[in-house]
């Protein structure tokens, strides 16, 4: 007998799931709109990430952390601030660990919470909680990229509507070596928060990292599924994916023992577009494994065909010359990983 069929969406026993409503929502969250999640259960059956490799490119990673050590890739991080191999963060930096929760957690492992590819290996690159240079950059966006699949970048330039800023040149040669010769050839998948300026009317369009044709935007969307009060609009933006943005916070990973965001182990107030980009990540991890042989433009293909529409009413909506529903807001709608 099938048993998917006995039991057709897996769920995993971590003790804060039920709060991740990011992963399955059924209106658990301010009456949020149950459904209005990346329909990730139903893709569980049979793919949790086992064998991809995510590098959280970030402020650090606290790869000690119980539910975060599970699957680490220790022989592939570096601390690109301190020019050493441990991306341990300072106690305050907490951005990278919740990052790192929402894309791959480990999951059923019957404590905390799970990530959206809950058997994926991670790899901390930290790169953010020092001053950034246009080498440092380059660094991290092209350590171990034959072992990394998939870098995830929360981070880029002011969100403050006045600030257009391109990569450097090692930084656009890293991009470009990526996509040539990463993953064998393949191309490492590079996904990038689309920015959280929409107050300051900012344009996801003047950031040149979200901007880059070698990197995949990620806006965010609200339990409800519509526009995060802070998620810029731009033509760049590729996908959506739920954070917070209308009085729910999404359940992650913090630094363990104190520090981060929270006293605790864990994170219920994370969000921004910062959040929506590793649940992207992780998502990419379920297809990489169903397909290895998956090229980097590939993967954009297929999120372009299986993103779903969300807010339907919105005016921007339209059709472009493919016949694909696109918005400015919602790229080509909310990632759905089944």
């Not at 806006?219 to 995060?228: I, L």
Request: charged share 15%; net charge negative.
């Amino acid at each position: 007998m099938n048993p998917n069929v006995m039991n057709p969406k897996w769920t995993p026993d971590d003790s804060l799931f039920g709060d991740q409503w990011h992963l399955q929502n059924t209106g658990q969250t301010n009456g949020g709109v149950s459904g209005e999640d990346v329909n990730i259960t139903g893709a569980w059956n049979n793919y949790r990430g086992s064998g991809i490799v995510i590098g959280i490119v970030d402020d650090g990673l606290d790869w000690n952390h119980a539910d975060l050590d599970n699957y680490y890739a220790d022989t592939l991080d570096y601390d690109f601030c301190n020019n050493d191999g441990d991306p341990t963060p300072s106690s305050n930096d907490g951005h990278g660990t919740s990052a790192a929760g929402v894309a791959a957690a480990a999951g059923n492992n019957s404590i905390g919470v799970s990530g959206a590819a809950p058997l994926a290996s991670l790899a901390g690159l930290q790169l953010i909680s020092c001053s950034t240079t246009d080498s440092r950059e380059g660094n991290a966006l092209s350590h171990e990229r034959q072992s990394i699949d998939i870098y995830s970048n929360s981070w880029g330039p002011s969100d403050n509507g006045n600030t257009v800023e391109a990569p450097g040149p090692l930084m656009m040669a890293a991009f470009e070596d990526n996509i040539e010769i990463g993953r064998g050839g393949l191309g490492n998948i590079i996904t990038w928060a689309a920015g959280n300026g929409l107050d300051d009317d900012d344009n996801s369009n003047f950031d040149g990292y979200a901007n880059s044709r070698h990197t995949i935007a990620v806006t965010a969307v609200t339990h409800y599924g519509e526009q995060s009060w802070y998620a810029e609009p731009g033509a760049n933006i590729l996908v959506a994916a739920p954070s917070d943005g209308d009085g729910e916070g999404i359940t992650t990973t913090d630094n363990a023992g104190g520090g981060g965001y929270n006293n605790g182990d864990y994170n219920d107030d994370f969000g921004g577009t910062s959040s929506a980009t590793p649940l992207v990540s992780g998502v990419i991890a379920l297809i990489i494994e169903a397909n290895p042989n998956l090229t980097y433009r590939d993967i954009e293909h297929i999120i372009a065909h299986s993103s779903r529409q969300n807010d339907a009413n919105d005016n921007s909506w339209g059709t472009n010359g493919a016949g694909h529903d696109v918005s400015h807001k919602y790229g080509f709608g909310v990632i759905d990983a089944s």
